[in-house]
């Protein structure tokens, strides 16, 4: 089985002054760039959402960053406007060493659902096609590293050791929201999933 090395959303408006910036989350990319070469592939996704995105509190009549609504596909928290396609807040972290990627896996591109995971969007049913390219590379072991621990990452982890990869996080390597005990929800799911933690 050969080894991916998984960045999850290392993008600007993730990092200290962007619109959804979780604390410390810069302080990372020195230490995945380092790691890179340690893999047989590297996988970067990308938050990537259109401008009025339905996760987008702006887009909801009387609601706040950080309130919860009802989905068609379940409880979604509202975000403040982040990872807007093309927006600076959408690039990757300049100190990112993204020549080193295989593949950009862009997410959350659907206006109606938000995607945590690189898997799945957050219907838990519509697939990235991550899947599939990690199928037929022969990639089944996973290090996931990246922002934010207890939402893209957390979710990533989790689908991903259902679909049956070796799964770890690097939790030196990742950095989080923590909204209301977001976090130590996130790493009991992954634990109970069976993801290493580390
Ligand atoms: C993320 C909230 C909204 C993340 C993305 O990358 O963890 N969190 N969109
Ligand atoms: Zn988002």
Redesign the pocket.
């Known amino acids: 089985m050969t080894h991916a090395l998984i960045v999850?959303?290392v993008q600007n408006d993730?990092c200290p002054g962007g619109a959804?910036a979780v604390p410390d989350g810069d302080a990372i990319v020195p230490g995945i760039n380092a790691i890179m070469r340690d893999f047989d592939a590297v996988i970067l996704t990308q938050?990537w959402h259109p401008a009025g995105h339905s996760?987008f509190a702006s887009s909801h009549e009387g609601k706040a960053p950080f309130d919860t609504v009802e989905m068609p596909y379940g409880p979604q928290v509202l975000?403040p406007d982040?990872?807007v396609q093309g927006s600076h807040g959408a690039a990757f972290h300049d100190r990112l060493a993204t020549d080193s990627a295989d593949l950009v896996l862009r997410k959350?591109h659907d206006p109606a659902i938000?995607s945590?995971s690189a898997f799945f969007e957050n219907d838990q049913e519509t697939p990235t096609g991550l899947h599939g390219y990690l199928q037929l590379r022969g990639l089944g072991t996973l290090t996931l590293v990246g922002?934010?621990t207890d939402?893209?990452?957390g979710f990533s982890a989790v689908d991903a050791a259902r679909l049956g990869y070796d799964v770890t996080v690097r939790q030196d390597l990742c950095r989080g929201?923590d909204l209301d005990g977001s976090l130590g929800a996130a790493l009991e799911r992954m634990a109970q999933a069976g993801v290493q933690i580390v």
């Open positions: 999850i959303d993730f959804l938050d996760s975000w982040h990872c959350g938000d945590y922002l934010a939402f893209c990452v929201i």
